[in-house]
């Protein structure tokens, strides 16, 4: 069955260093998707992206967050600076088109990003 | 705006045994969907079972089924004939209509006794 694979699974990175976060999306989707789950709390919605642009952005969203598809292939999430509170499971997802119904996003087994 | 509440963090069930795990989601919206996601301990997530708002029959996969009540905003996952494999973490997760955003409740642990 195909699988949306993230790379690395787990990460450290020191507080105030850039990471980008790595997904390869399944090869027919089109919408992809980034949601992050810091330690013991709810799965949040970070960000989604269509025909190479954001159509959808949550407030965790900021300036310090970035997304590209750079080579058609691979999804990123980059953190420009990371702090302490960026700590979390980042889960990316990804779906195709499905016409009038919508049956949900596959996810990928996430990354751990440890900020120290 | 959303929300999604999971009232019980922690649930347990005899194996071959049926549990019912409890979501109930605001919203004022007439057209949705809602999702049960499991998360085991390697952390995927993977779909269990999807319920169109505007389809009243509730849906079934296997040994996993919902009891949607529209009116009442509730949404439970029935588990019938437990299993090892199904003790995980089960998040209730709603999505408008238009837009491609989940919003999640903050999960129920459920531990499957042997």
């Known amino acids: 069955e195909p699988e949306v694979t993230q790379t690395p699974s787990h990460q450290v990175t020191q507080m105030g260093q850039e990471v980008i976060l790595r997904c390869v999306p399944i090869?027919?989707?089109?919408?992809f998707y980034w949601y992050r789950q810091i330690l013991g709390q709810k799965v949040e919605f970070l960000v989604s992206?269509?025909?190479?642009?954001?159509?959808?952005k949550s407030e965790i969203f900021d300036d310090q967050f970035s997304v590209e598809r750079p080579d058609g292939s691979n999804f990123t999430l980059k953190i420009r600076s990371t702090k302490l509170e960026d700590s979390a499971m980042y889960f990316c997802a990804s779906r195709h088109r499905t016409g009038g119904s919508f049956y949900g996003y596959t996810f990928g087994s996430g990354t751990r990003l440890t900020v120290v | 705006a959303q929300t999604v509440t999971q009232s019980q963090p922690e649930m347990s069930v005899q194996e071959a045994e049926t549990v019912t795990l409890s979501c109930t989601y605001d919203?004022?919206?007439?057209?949705?969907?809602l999702f049960w996601y499991k998360q085991p301990p390697s952390r995927q997530m993977i779909l269990v079972i999807r319920?169109?708002?505007?389809?009243?029959q509730n849906a079934t996969e296997n040994r996993f089924s919902v009891n949607f009540q529209k009116a009442a905003k509730s949404f439970s996952l029935k588990i019938s004939d437990s299993q090892l494999g199904d003790a995980a973490m089960y998040f209730c997760?709603?999505?408008?209509?238009?837009?491609?955003?989940?919003?999640f409740g903050t999960g129920t642990r459920l531990a499957v006794r042997p």
């Open positions: 997760a709603y999505k408008k209509s238009s837009g491609d955003k989940l919003t």
């Open positions: 992206f269509y025909n190479n642009e954001i159509s959808e």
């Open positions: 090869s027919n989707h089109l919408y």
């Open positions: 319920q169109e708002a505007y389809k009243q």
């Open positions: 919203t004022s919206e007439s057209d949705y969907y």
